[in-house]
């Protein structure tokens, strides 16, 4: 029996539009069933002004139903995130679980507030470094710690994906889609 890992991208307006695209069209290659989720069921306009409209709104959704939960960066973006308190929430429930958590750029940041990466490894946008408080920094593409992993930017969401990919559904999983998207 095959078992389909069900994931949670939650975006908002200022989201990084690279990033949000890629870690969507990467799972979904996976056959990983996506839900991208906005703060209200609205459109939701990423930072360089692309809308993108949300599968569901977070009032709909619940933490049980989602084995992971992904987070585009784009400052904007993260600010609204990390400045609601049932994103705070969702996270802590699903840290405590050992659910998959990914943030990349500026996401880390909604980790942090959240208060789930003291002590843990994790990366981020170049700069952050400072406003990423008791965490054990790495300047490397990808950071994998536990149930957490983080990545630095646009030019790194295609790796962020496939390993993302590679910890749901397999590494051979993963160097499919790799093959497959990466061909060109």
């Given at each position: 029996?095959?078992?389909?890992?069900?994931?949670?991208?939650?975006?908002?307006?200022?989201?990084?539009?690279?990033?949000?695209?890629?870690?969507?069209?990467?799972?979904?290659?996976s056959a990983t069933r996506v839900t991208v989720a906005g703060l209200n069921g609205d459109p939701v306009t990423g930072?360089?002004?692309?809308?993108?409209?949300?599968?569901?709104?977070?009032?709909?959704?619940?933490?049980?139903?989602?084995?992971?939960?992904?987070f585009p960066g784009g400052g904007l973006g993260v600010d609204k995130l990390r400045a609601d308190q049932r994103v705070?929430?969702?996270?802590?429930?699903?840290?405590?679980?050992?659910?998959?958590?990914?943030?990349?750029?500026?996401?880390?940041?909604?980790?942090?507030?959240?208060?789930?990466?003291?002590?843990?490894?994790?990366?981020?946008?170049?700069?952050?470094?400072?406003?990423?408080?008791?965490?054990?920094?790495?300047?490397q593409s990808v950071v994998v710690d536990g149930n957490l992993v983080t990545s630095r930017a646009p030019g790194t969401?295609?790796?962020?994906?496939?390993?993302?990919?590679?910890?749901?559904?397999?590494?051979?999983?993963?160097?499919?889609?790799?093959?497959?998207?990466?061909?060109?």
């Amino acid at each position: 029996m095959i078992i389909v890992k069900k994931v949670l991208v939650l975006m908002a307006d200022g989201c990084e539009e690279i990033e949000l695209v890629t870690i969507i069209d990467i799972l979904r290659r996976s056959a990983t069933r996506v839900t991208v989720a906005g703060l209200n069921g609205d459109p939701v306009t990423g930072s360089r002004r692309i809308k993108f409209l949300p599968d569901e709104s977070l009032a709909h959704l619940h933490e049980k139903d989602f084995d992971a939960i992904i987070f585009p960066g784009g400052g904007l973006g993260v600010d609204k995130l990390r400045a609601d308190q049932r994103v705070l929430e969702f996270v802590r429930k699903m840290d405590e679980r050992g659910a998959l958590i990914g943030a990349i750029c500026a996401a880390p940041l909604i980790l942090q507030d959240a208060g789930i990466i003291r002590g843990r490894r994790l990366t981020s946008y170049p700069g952050f470094e400072k406003k990423l408080q008791g965490c054990h920094y790495s300047k490397q593409s990808v950071v994998v710690d536990g149930n957490l992993v983080t990545s630095r930017a646009p030019g790194t969401a295609m790796a962020f994906a496939l390993k993302l990919v590679e910890i749901l559904v397999g590494k051979k999983r993963s160097r499919e889609v790799a093959k497959l998207a990466l061909v060109g």
